[in-house]
Structure formats: structure tokens, C-alpha cells
């Protein structure tokens, strides 16, 4: 039924356009004589919505009918940025829904650049829970992603005099077409209170406070809407919409009260991706929406299985991170207190649930929760908790035999997060071959030790839908051409495309589709920035979430360097390069902030230079997303990975830019070290410390100003930046900085500096030649199907989740 109305929108454009057509009158309630960019925008989202509907009916039937096992995927994000054009192409209807807007006289591209990027993620965390769901809806895993539906999804950038000030972001003021909402999918949530023993030996906990999580579900199609899963966001509701004796005495504002304090809990997504605070907003936050998805699955196991204590062959938990660990004992608390499990017997049930992935190994970023916080909002939690470690230890250790501190899950007055979802998991994941290495050798060593079979690699990858075939439709039609459909669900076949890096003639294609798009994006730099740029020259791109350990500090010293060099010696052989900066820093991320200011003020004097004007300029767009990382990535022809070895856990960003034909400077570190084995050494400039390397130079006592002092480039521009030539009007403006760089520089910029400029004159060098970079870009492009986020999935259904994968 569902591939029927399918195909009938694909044989036939107007049934489209009477679709929209209706919609725009009955659903939106405009004529098409009034309607407005957004009013034609909804009307085309609803069209394209019920395409989708049939076939999710079909996908649940079937999940029914074959009883499969399904995967809940629990991520405080999801960074799904827009969803028209990603549905239209997932779909195959792109040509008709073109053409139905342009019978209407509307132009389709603005359509789709009307609509506003769900951001509802940081960056790397959620973007991947994003390319995830796209992946298990093609490769057909029952899926359900669980989030929240957070009001303000991630903060938007704006610069005032190159500081970054951030302002709410406000998605949902226009309605969301794509959602339905679940009126009869509500639960209430406990926070606080009692726990009680009764007089049968059952436990209760008696909740202070009770909020609700209203279910609303966004379709998911896959590849040709073969499959459709489901996203279910959760929305925080009182039970009471307003207090009636505060209000009866004529004090509104102490009868809205209670419902504006319950629905804080999803009112923004929390704007740090590094140093939690320990804040008790955001364990509730966790909590909500944890226990709300729970709930929700084990009545869904419940509705077809008598035995609970089968849940494990029927569901497999995805944890995305700590944020969701709490869900080791929350079901462990369903299967206790309300199943009536013994506690040995619910630990093992939920265990053989529950997985857990890893996403960094920097220990001021592993979530830790004080105890007393704990005890106040979840005692029953708390009490259970306690009781996990204890039989942890019992089962783990020697009678009498002390244990070591590193695996105990409370410890100095916190519960670590980390090791309660190890402990309460079935399988741990890390996410590339190095990081998960480094897991096993660090921060989960002991651990480790203790379940040997429990840490596996499950290295990242992005859907080659979004980040290929929608955001490059240029590089697309050509792979298309050179290796006909099928490479967007199975981006292995793209190798068929290497021996063509010694073909003169696709390698001018190649080239030309990658000038189409770097002519794109010097338009939109114009129209929306109104900044030139030269489009012949190197666009040079690092765009992230602003970290130290990410080292946007080091690519800007070294643009400085380069140059002062420019200048120095006029005739050297510098290539142009527009060097691009994009990405945000969490507000009360200091150094982060001031980075961003660095690179604006250094902008702001390259940038006026005219000795240099030709070969250099830094562009530095504000308000970095999901959408103009569509725009960016096709362009680019260098891709900046470069981390202090060993810090980032792999990158996806990297894999995108290699996959549209970008070479990539980068250190060795996380995904970057498989795509230098899957590229070849020749395709890719790799510099600086390994991770090893690293951890030793720390332990030797690294001293950054002796490795200033041995760079004369280095000790220039640190100079420059310290005398205030960058930021005349208040010289100090950089002395934090400068002072950590000289004194402390953990993240080893000082240490790498040297090996970065000379692998960047070695980029130049390749420059020069434009058909072996032409040929460089081909391989790169080449061998990227292990990255393509279908492999990943495919991983864990086999080695984690042990479900099918099939559509
Ligand atoms: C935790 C507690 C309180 C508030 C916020 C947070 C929080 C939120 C987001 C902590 C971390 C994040 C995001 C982390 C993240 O994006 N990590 C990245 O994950 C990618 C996908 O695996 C990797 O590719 C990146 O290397 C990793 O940095």
C-alpha cells in the first residue's frame, strides 16, 4: 500500500501538486494567492509527510508480524538539522516536487531554505544519533530513537566586534510539520520524595514532585521509504496547567508557577559538550526522559510477552554517552519494584539490555553526579546504585581483598557515570579502532581487566545520503555517471572510482564539480555575509565546536606565521587560500570565547592587508550548523583534523570532507588514523605527536616555552599576539592566553607547531600541482564506504545488538 502511493507520487507529479495544493487550503488554510514562502513550506512538508505514512504502517506491521527485536536508541541529542530536502531525496521525488512548486511559481531551493535546522544537539554526539537513525531506517533495524524534545534547541552565534554573544534559538515558534503528537503516549515522572518498605518486603518510591512526558513522534524513512522508523521526543507537562486557589485570589503569577517550573525540564538543550556542571536541571533532564522511554518500551514488551524476564531477546538499549545511565537502575527499579524480580535476577535482565558507547576519554568532561544531589532527586535510584557496585564487587572480587578505587561507581562523594553504565551494560563501545584502544588502556583499564569480552570498536560513520548525494548533487550526478545508482546504500562501490584518479579526463570532471560548488559557496558568503572571496583559491575549512584540544588556536597562529612569512619574503611559494573558520563555544567556556576573538581579530588585520590580500584571506561565518555544513564541506579543498593525539574520540567531520573529495591535514588521531590506512599515506598530510608520543611528553614534564623558544615562527606571532598588534585597542586583551601557552599548553600547540607549518608548506607544494591534487581528491573519495554510517550500523546490529538488519 505504502510503495504504492509511492510510486503513484513518483509517476505523477500532480498528484503532488493537488496534494500541496490541498494542504495549502485545508491544513494550512491559505489560498495560493496569499500564502507565504513558510505557508508554501508546510503545505509541501504535509505533502511529503503523508508519503511517508504508509509505509511507517507497513514497517510497524511487519516489526509485529516477524516479533523482531528492536533497538531503542536513548541520546539527550539529535542533531537532524532540516528535514524537507533529506525526506524528498530519501523518497526519490525531487523532480516532481520541483516541478509541483514551480507550477505554483514558488522556486523549490527557497522552499527548502526556509525551513529552520532542528538543532537539537551540540555537535559530533548528536549529529552521529542523527546519521544513525537515517542509516537504520535504509538498512532496516527496528528502531526507535528516544530524546528529548527540547523547546530551544542549540544557542545562536552572533559576533559583536568579533566576541561571540549567543541568542535563544526558537524552532518551534513556527509549528514542526513533521511531528505527530501522542496524546495517549503520557507518563508521569517522579523527582524526590520518599522511599517506603512495606509490610509484604515490596519497596515503593513515593515521589515529591510529578511531571509528564508527552510522547511525539517524527517519522523516519529510509532509502526509498522502503522502511520507516520512528523518532519519539519527549515533552515536559504539568499535571496541573495552573493552580486554582492562587488564582482564585487574583496571584497569576503564582498559579502559573508549578507548570512553568515542571516544563523547564525540556526547555533548552544544555549548551556544553565538555564540562558538566553537576547541575540538577540537567539530571533531571536525563532522568525525564530516560525513565519516559522505559516505561514506554516495556509496555510495548509487556502488550505481546507474558515473561519480563525475556525482555533481552526482544529489546536492546542504545546508551548515547552517560546521559541516559541512569537507565541501569531505573530498570532495574521497574523489574524490582514493580515486576516483583529479585534484585540479582532484574540485574541480569537489564544488563542483558543495555549498551553502552563512549565518547571521550578527557576526565573533566566523564559525568560525575554528587551523591547528596542523587539522594534528594532519585533516593530510590541512590539506594540501587549502591547496591549495583556492592554486587559488583561481591562478583568481581576476593573475599576481604580491598578494591581498588577505580572500579567503584561511588567514589569521593560522586557517582561516576562512566562506570555505572559499564557495570550495567552488556556490551561498551568506543568509536574508532584508536579510541577504543585507548579505553581499554586508560580510563576503563581496570575495568577492562575485570570483563575482558565487554569493550568492542564500533568506529563511527556519516549517511552518505545527506552528507553526498544531498548536500554535493554536482560530485553526485558524477559518481552516478561513473558508477551508475546503488553507491547510496552500499558506498563500497564508489572504489570502482580509483583506477579513474589516473584518467585525465574524469579528474577534469571531478575538479569541475568541486569549482561548481566552491562557486556556491562564495555566492552564499556573499549574499548572506557580504564577503569576497576568490573561488580559485584553496578553501581551507576547519569547522567544530571550539575546543582547546581541537586546536583552532594553532591553525590561526599558524596563518599568522604564514603570513608574516608572505611578508618577509614576498616571492615565497604560498598558495591562496581562503582559510575558514565555523563552529560555537559554550558560553562559559572562557578560553574558547577568546579563541573565537583571536581568529576575528587576526581576521580583521590579514584581512586588510593588500601585500597579502591575494594569497590570503580568513573568513570566519557566524552561527555554524548542520546547514551550512551542507554548504561548506562540498567546497572544500582541505580539511583541518587537527587534534592533540589521543583527545578526539574520532571525528565524523573528517569523514564527510573526504568523502567530498577534500584532503586532509590532520593529526593521528581518532577516525583520522583509518582513513590514512583506507587514503594512503600520499593522499593525506599527517603531522605532529602520536598519542603515545603525547602521554610521554607530558610525563618527561613537556615545557611549552622551550619548544617556543626553539621556533622562531612561533615565538613571532606569539609575540605579535602578547604586544597587542592584533588588538591595538586593548593590548592585554590576550595575556590568559598567552600566559597558558608560554606556561602551560597541555594541549601541546607549542609542541606541534613546527611540524603543522611544515606540513602545511607541504600542502602548498601540492597545491601547485592541481592534477595530482585533482587525483589526490579522487582517492580520497574512493575508498570512503567504511565510513558510510551503514557499515556502522550493520556493526553494531551483529556485534551489539544482535537484531536483524533487513529491509
Ligand atoms: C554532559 C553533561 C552535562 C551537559 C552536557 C554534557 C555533554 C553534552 C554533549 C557532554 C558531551 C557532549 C558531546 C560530546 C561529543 O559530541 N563528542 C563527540 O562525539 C563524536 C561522535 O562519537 C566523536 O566523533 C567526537 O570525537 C566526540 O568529541
Redesign the pocket.
Known amino acids: 500500500h505504502g510503495l504504492q502511493a509511492l510510486a503513484r507520487a513518483r509517476t505523477a507529479s500532480g498528484d503532488l501538486e493537488n496534494a500541496i495544493h490541498d494542504h495549502l487550503l485545508y491544513s494550512i488554510g491559505k489560498t495560493t494567492a496569499a500564502a507565504s514562502l513558510a505557508d508554501w513550506r508546510m503545505a509541501l512538508s504535509r505533502a511529503v509527510r503523508d508519503l511517508v505514512v504508509d509505509p511507517w504502517f507497513e514497517t510497524t506491521r511487519r516489526i509485529y508480524a516477524e516479533d523482531r527485536k528492536r533497538v531503542y536508541y536513548l541520546s539527550m541529542?539529535f542533531l537532524i538539522g532540516r528535514l524537507l530536502e533529506d525526506a524528498v531525496l530519501n523518497l526519490g521525488i525531487e523532480d516532481h516536487a520541483r516541478r509541483a512548486m514551480y507550477r505554483f511559481g514558488v522556486n523549490y531551493d527557497e522552499v527548502v531554505d526556509d525551513e529552520p535546522d532542528a538543532a537539537l544537539g551540540?555537535?559530533?554526539?548528536g549529529r552521529?544519533a542523527a546519521c544513525f537513525l537515517d542509516s537504520m531506517s535504509t538498512v532496516g533495524v527496528a528502531a526507535y530513537g528516544y530524546g528529548i524534545r527540547y523547546e530551544h534547541g542549540l544557542f545562536k552565534q552572533r559576533f559583536r566586534e568579533g566576541w561571540q554573544i549567543e541568542q535563544p534559538e526558537d524552532w518551534l515558534t513556527q509549528v514542526h510539520p513533521w511531528e505527530f503528537q501522542r496524546s495517549e503516549s503520557v507518563y508521569p515522572i517522579g523527582f524526590g520524595g520518599e522511599v517506603r518498605q512495606k509490610e509484604d518486603g515490596r519497596t515503593v518510591w513515593e515521589p515529591a514532585e510529578t511531571v509528564l512526558a508527552a510522547a511525539y513522534d517524527t517519522p523516519v524513512p529510509g532509502w526509498r521509504g522502503r522502511w520507516v522508523n520512528t523518532l519519539r521526543l519527549w515533552s515536559a507537562q504539568a499535571t496541573q496547567v495552573y493552580d486554582l486557589e492562587p488564582f482564585s485570589r487574583g496571584d497569576y503569577l503564582a498559579a502559573a508557577a508549578p507548570a512553568v517550573l515542571a516544563e523547564t525540564i525540556s526547555r533548552v538543550l544544555?549548551p556544553?559538550?565538555?564540562t558538566?556542571q553537576g547541575k540538577e536541571l540537567?539530571l533531571k533532564q536525563e532522568f525525564f526522559f530516560t525513565a519516559a522511554s522505559l516505561r514506554d518500551l516495556v509496555r510495548r514488551f509487556v502488550a505481546h510477552h507474558k515473561d519480563i524476564r525475556k525482555l533481552p531477546e526482544k529489546v536492546a538499549v542504545q546508551l548515547n554517552?552517560t546521559?541516559p545511565a541512569i537507565a541501569g537502575p531505573e530498570l532495574v527499579r521497574i523489574l524490582v519494584d514493580e515486576h516483583g524480580l529479585e534484585f540479582d535476577e532484574a540485574f541480569l535482565v537489564a544488563r542483558g539490555c543495555l549498551h553502552y558507547t563512549n565518547?571521550?576519554l578527557m576526565p573533566e568532561?566523564l559525568?560525575r553526579w554528587p551523591v547528596d544531589l542523587m539522594w534528594r532527586v532519585l533516593p530510590r535510584h541512590m539506594q540501587l546504585i549502591e547496591r549495583i557496585d556492592e554486587a559488583h564487587a561481591v562478583s568481581t572480587h576476593a573475599a576481604n581483598q580491598p578494591r581498588p578505587d577505580s572500579v567503584k561507581i561511588i567514589d569521593g562523594g560522586n557517582v561516576r557515570m562512566g562506570d555505572l553504565a559499564f557495570i550495567s551494560a552488556r556490551k561498551v563501545n568506543g568509536?574508532s579502532a584508536l579510541h577504543t584502544d585507548l579505553m581499554k588502556r586508560t580510563v576503563f583499564r581496570d575495568l577492562h581487566a575485570l570483563h575482558p569480552d565487554r569493550i568492542v570498536n564500533q568506529t563511527?560513520g556519516v549517511t552518505p545520503r545527506r552528507w553526498l548525494a544531498g548536500c554535493n548533487p554536482a560530485l553526485a550526478s558524477l559518481l552516478t555517471e561513473a558508477v551508475g545508482h546503488g553507491w547510496e546504500t552500499d558506498l563500497e562501490q564508489l572504489k570502482v572510482i580509483a583506477p579513474l584518479a589516473d584518467d585525465a579526463g574524469f579528474r577534469t570532471r571531478f575538479s569541475k564539480a568541486k569549482q561548481t560548488n566552491k562557486d556556491l559557496l562564495t555566492k552564499y558568503l556573499k549574499a548572506k555575509l557580504d564577503i569576497t572571496v576568490d573561488p580559485t583559491a584553496m578553501f581551507d575549512i576547519q569547522i567544530k565546536r571550539i575546543h582547546e584540544y581541537k586546536r583552532q588556536l594553532m591553525n590561526i597562529l599558524e596563518a599568522a606565521a604564514a603570513w608574516n612569512e608572505m611578508k618577509r619574503n614576498p616571492s615565497a611559494p604560498f598558495a591562496p587560500r581562503v582559510r575558514i573558520f565555523g563552529g560555537k563555544a559554550a558560553p562559559g567556556y572562557a578560553m574558547a570565547k577568546l579563541i573565537i576573538k583571536l581568529i576575528n581579530d587576526i581576521g580583521r588585520t590579514v584581512n586588510a592587508d593588500e601585500e597579502t590580500r591575494d594569497r590570503l584571506a580568513i573568513v570566519y561565518p557566524p552561527n555554524y550548523n548542520v546547514s551550512m555544513a551542507e554548504v561548506l564541506i562540498p567546497a572544500a579543498d582541505l580539511s583541518e583534523q587537527i587534534s592533540t593525539a589521543g583527545m578526539?574520540?574520532?571525528?565524523?567531520g573528517n569523514m564527510k570532507f573526504a568523502m567530498n573529495g577534500a584532503l586532509t591535514i590532520g593529526t593521528l588521531d581518532?577516525a583520522n588514523v583509518e582513513i590514512r590506512e583506507r587514503v594512503g599515506d600520499e593522499n593525506i598530510f599527517i603531522f605532529g605527536k602520536t598519542a603515545d608520543e603525547v602521554t610521554e611528553a607530558r610525563e618527561q614534564g613537556y615545557d611549552p616555552s622551550a619548544a617556543i623558544a626553539a621556533s622562531p615562527r612561533l615565538a613571532e606571532v606569539v609575540e605579535q599576539i602578547a604586544s597587542g598588534l592584533f588588538s591595538p585597542e586593548d593590548p592585554e586583551r590576550y595575556r590568559a592566553l598567552v600566559d597558558n601557552l608560554r606556561g602551560h599548553d597541555w594541549f601541546m600547540v607549542c609542541a606541534d607547531f613546527d611540524a603543522y607549518y611544515a606540513a602545511q608548506r607541504e600542502v602548498d607544494a601540492a597545491w601547485a600541482d592541481k592534477n595530482a591534487w585533482a587525483r589526490s581528491a579522487v582517492l580520497n573519495t574512493a575508498p570512503m564506504g567504511w565510513f558510510s554510517s551503514d557499515r556502522t550500523i550493520r556493526g553494531y546490529a551483529k556485534d551489539v545488538w544482535e537484531v536483524d538488519a533487513r529491509v
Open positions: 541529542e551540540n555537535g559530533g554526539l552521529l544544555y556544553d559538550d565538555s558538566p540537567r554517552d546521559h565518547h571521550t568532561a559525568e568509536v563511527n578526539e574520540a574520532s571525528g565524523t581518532g
